[in-house]
């Protein structure tokens, strides 16, 4: 259970999904990247800006001030190593469980997760 400034004693709350909000919103290009992600992060950047309507893109980054510091991440880098290890990408995820396989619970599910081709608001198709 992480820490914050908002949950100081931690959550009981499970943690609330932006990008499966924003696909359920009608978003045209929803996707998650981690700041060890760089390449991935800047290519679905470009990805969002080019896509017409809605684009969601979720940067995870360190926080070595506060939130690094409440969980015990002693330098920036500890944390970006986490996202390297927990990080997994959708098309795994959706493999794994197409087999029935348990899918870890800190899993960060990485990529793209969704691509739409939906008119934008106020266009005419």
């Known amino acids: 259970m992480a820490l914050s400034t908002t949950t100081p004693y931690g959550s009981a ?3 609330f999904d932006l990008c ?3 696909i359920a919103a ?3 290009y929803v996707s998650r990247w981690t700041s060890y992600h760089v390449k991935e992060l800047t290519r679905a950047i470009l990805a969002g800006l080019r896509t017409p309507g809605l684009s ?6 360190q926080c070595p001030t506060n939130f690094g510091r409440r969980n015990r991440y002693r330098q920036p880098l500890d944390q970006v190593e986490y996202f390297k290890a ?3 990408l959708v098309e795994k995820v959706r493999r794994m469980q197409e087999e029935g396989r348990e899918i ?3 899993t960060i599910v990485l990529g793209e997760l969704a691509r739409r081709n ?3 608001m106020g266009v005419k198709p």
């Open 13 to 15: 709350e499970p943690a």
């Open 26 to 28: 009608g978003a045209n």
């Open 104 to 106: 870890p619970p800190d």
């Open 118 to 120: 939906r008119p934008a």
């Open 86 to 88: 927990h990080g997994m």
């Open 56 to 61: 969601f893109i979720e940067a995870m980054v």
């Open 20 to 22: 499966e909000l924003a």
